[in-house]
């Protein structure tokens, strides 16, 4: 199915200066190391105080902190097992003091255990294991306190853990979910109820209806959305398909409400969102940590690659120059992340620099390429000044490879889910490349290849997967195969 694209370039612009809502899980994960880090500084420094003011004796560092380590491993990993550092929890104005004595008594307990076991409880003082317990659970019951409050702060100023949900279906069900799961309180906004436009939904509900699913992505591109939630009770299977694969290019978690159509998607995960349970079918992707991860790798490795490749960079750029009139840097449109616009860095190959609504891909043997650019297009020099583009943000070292515009436009009418490739920030490598994909792509099938590995990148990135293709980029330079 041919996907129509929404040629807004303000709107793109808009979308990637908007800051997207912060996965609330790293919330939770900040939170756990902070009392990870407190009852090990705890154990620590109620020995040295009870040690140094009390006894007058010096103490052996290294138990006392040993002892913290497991101690806080342990009633950390309990909370964490029992949900305790889940975003719902952490926003509870109820601090679960029972909840934390338990599980620091479990933890004590173990702790005698494993001091018995091992014959060294005897190096421990009764009097500091009572104080260091009395310390370790006020700061646990501290810490939730903070959270809690540093929570609704930002949930009443609209902050970056506010989750904004729109919901498709004009219908009774769709009604009663946005009852259901929206609450101020816990961050939950309801952006709004869109309608898919089909025959027949059942149970239909059209008071309060804010657009169609045309509405619907424009307000996805624009940043305003974080999920979109399915309600549509006894639409046709094929319908259900239309939608989720129509949907899923947007960079938004994609879930359904409770029906029928729970049977044919038995992989998703079944999650809750305010009171309701949703079954998820496409998560955002990078979510949690590993968008952290994915900015801190750009930012680190393209800023000392850039630094590294600057002398090579003035080497070429003069050569370029010197070669031919016209400028060293040839500079073009692209759609990057959410489909926003940016501008391409490259070193100047051609005798021309189109960047319009035609453009004629190079092919082997094509005369606009001068002698200097066959030999950077060759070993990928050509595309170094990209990495002026990750350290901005516009890009990312490794990701799907952005198209022209103008090639932009015609593949996404042409190839199904083509637009996916844009829920991450373009790379100046990508799966595709390093296995064969690089290079002109005159056919439709060649595309659609292309397209198929960059979608499996998405699915299944990691770190070590970066890596990975970073490595194979290196190879692929040294030894290239089809560079144009």
Same mark, same amino acid.
């Given at each position: 199915m041919a996907e129509t694209h929404i040629d807004k370039t303000d709107t793109y612009e808009r979308a990637r200066r908007?800051?997207?809502?912060?996965?609330?899980?790293?919330?939770?994960?900040?939170?756990?190391?902070i009392d990870f880090i407190a009852v090990i500084g705890t154990s620590v420094l109620v020995a040295y105080a009870y040690h140094a003011f009390v006894l007058f004796l010096p103490f052996d560092f290294q138990y006392y902190a040993a002892a913290g380590i497991v101690g806080a491993t342990g009633v950390t990993t309990l909370m964490r097992r029992d949900g305790y550092y889940e975003f719902d929890q952490l926003l509870s104005a109820t601090w679960n003091i029972r909840a934390i004595l338990s599980r620091w008594v479990l933890t004590v307990l173990g702790l005698l255990a494993f001091g018995f076991a091992l014959k060294i409880s005897e190096n421990f003082s009764r009097v500091w294991l009572l104080f260091w317990s009395i310390?370790?659970?006020?700061?646990?019951i501290l810490s939730r306190g903070v959270a809690s409050y540093i929570l609704r702060d930002m949930i009443r100023k609209g902050g970056v853990f506010t989750r904004r949900i729109a919901v498709v279906g004009a219908t009774e069900l769709a009604a009663r979910f946005a009852e259901k799961a929206g609450s101020a309180e816990n961050g939950i906004t309801i952006t709004g109820i869109f309608d898919p436009g089909l025959a027949s939904m059942g149970d239909e509900h059209t008071?309060? $209806?804010?657009?169609?699913?045309?509405?619907?992505?424009?307000?996805?591109?624009n940043g305003e959305i974080d999920d979109i939630v399915i309600a549509t009770p006894r639409t046709s299977k094929e319908d259900m398909d239309r939608i989720s694969r129509r949907l899923s290019s947007l960079p938004v978690t994609i879930s359904?409400?409770?029906n029928i159509h729970w049977l044919d998607h038995t992989g998703g995960a079944v999650t809750r969102v305010g009171d309701a349970n949703v079954l998820s079918l496409y998560q955002r992707p990078l979510e949690d940590w590993g968008g952290v991860l994915k900015t801190v790798e750009d930012f680190v490795l393209g800023t000392i690659l850039l630094v590294i490749a600057s002398p090579l960079l003035l080497l070429i750029a003069c050569? $370029?120059?010197?070669?031919?009139k016209g400028p060293a840097l040839f500079v073009q449109q692209r759609h990057g992340f959410n489909n926003a616009v940016f501008k391409i860095y490259k070193f100047r190959t051609m005798t021309v620099a189109e960047d319009g609504d035609e453009i004629k891909q190079a092919a082997v043997g094509d005369a606009r390429i001068t002698p200097l650019g066959g030999f950077l297009r060759r070993y990928s020099l050509d595309e170094l000044p990209q990495l002026i583009n990750v350290v901005k943000g516009d890009m990312s070292l490794v990701g799907p490879r952005p198209h022209a515009l103008a090639h932009n436009h015609q593949y996404a009418q042409?190839?199904?889910?083509?637009?996916?490739?844009?829920?991450?920030?373009?790379?100046i490598t990508g799966w595709a490349q390093v296995n064969g994909f690089r290079g002109e792509t005159s056919e439709n099938e060649l595309m659609e290849q292309r397209v198929r590995y960059d979608l499996s990148y998405i699915d299944n990135w990691s770190i070590w997967f970066d890596f990975k293709i970073l490595l194979m980029t290196i190879l692929a330079v040294i030894f290239p195969k089809n560079a144009v």
């Open positions: 908007r800051p997207t809502s912060a996965s609330r899980a790293l919330f939770g994960d900040i939170v756990q190391f310390s370790a659970v006020g700061f646990l008071a309060g $209806v804010s657009g169609d699913l045309n509405a619907l992505e424009q307000a996805a591109r359904i409400c409770p050569a $370029v120059k010197l070669q031919s042409l190839i199904e889910n083509y637009s996916g490739r844009h829920k991450v920030k373009p790379g």
